[in-house]
């Protein structure tokens, strides 16, 4: 079945610093989404990604979708304390599942 | 708009005993959907629905029930708890099409001793 992965799986940065998830589906996506979940509480929408080689950013965030359509990143620019917690990507292929990855929490020392 | 509603948001269990988790949006949306999170596993789909009266298995549906007989609710079954069941469950809906948004609840933490 579908498998997406994520590395790593901490990342500890300090203030200031860049920080860049990745993600890797075993197959083709359709699309593929990003979620972030704070400490505590339930993963939030943040992007959706549908074209081969699309590019989106959200003030100090980018997003990426590969080529094949099979993976993707999320890089973060000077890092805030705002920005701990876990970000998830999420991909669907074909079907109504939309298998999320293992996740990347973030911590930032300020 | 209340959003996406899951009652409880705690329950301990003992093996074997039974419970339902229970689901419910004021969105109007077709697709629903149940997570169970537990570390370093991320988010694992364990049954979704793509409208009242249909149902489909995820990732990790075994030990589970589901049923959606309206738009609003979809309850999530649990016929006799595990201690391998101990996780944090959310329930998330969708408008149900090829840009599907989710929408998560706030989450019930289940412990199964």
């Known amino acids: 079945g579908q498998q997406v992965m994520q590395i790593p799986q901490y990342q500890h940065v300090q203030e200031g610093e860049d920080f860049t998830t990745y993600c890797n589906s075993s197959t083709t996506l359709s699309n593929i989404q990003w979620y972030k979940q704070r400490p505590g509480g339930h993963p939030v929408f943040l992007i959706q990604l549908v074209k081969s080689g699309e590019v989106k950013k959200q003030k100090r965030l980018t997003f990426q979708f590969g080529e094949a359509k099979k993976n993707s990143s999320l890089h973060i620019t000077a890092t805030q304390t705002t920005d701990v917690g876990t970000y998830f990507c999420a991909g669907r292929s074909g079907t109504y599942k939309y298998i999320f990855g293992t996740g990347t929490r973030l911590k930032v020392l300020a | 708009n209340a959003g996406v509603t899951q009652t409880p948001k705690f329950q301990v269990l003992k093996t074997g005993q039974s419970m339902t988790l229970q689901c419910a949006q004021d969105m109007n949306h077709e697709y629903m959907s149940w997570y169970r999170q537990d570390p370093g596993m991320g988010l694992r789909l364990i049954h979704y629905s793509v409208g009242a009266g249909i149902t489909d298995q995820g990732e990790v549906p075994n030990g589970y029930n589901v049923s959606r007989s309206t738009t609003e609710d979809f309850p999530l079954r649990l016929l006799s708890a595990a201690p391998s069941q101990t996780s944090v469950y959310f329930c998330?809906?969708?408008?149900?099409?090829?840009?599907?948004?989710?929408?998560f609840g706030a989450g019930s933490r289940l412990t199964v001793l």
């Open positions: 998330a809906s969708g408008i149900n099409s090829g840009a599907n948004v989710l929408t």
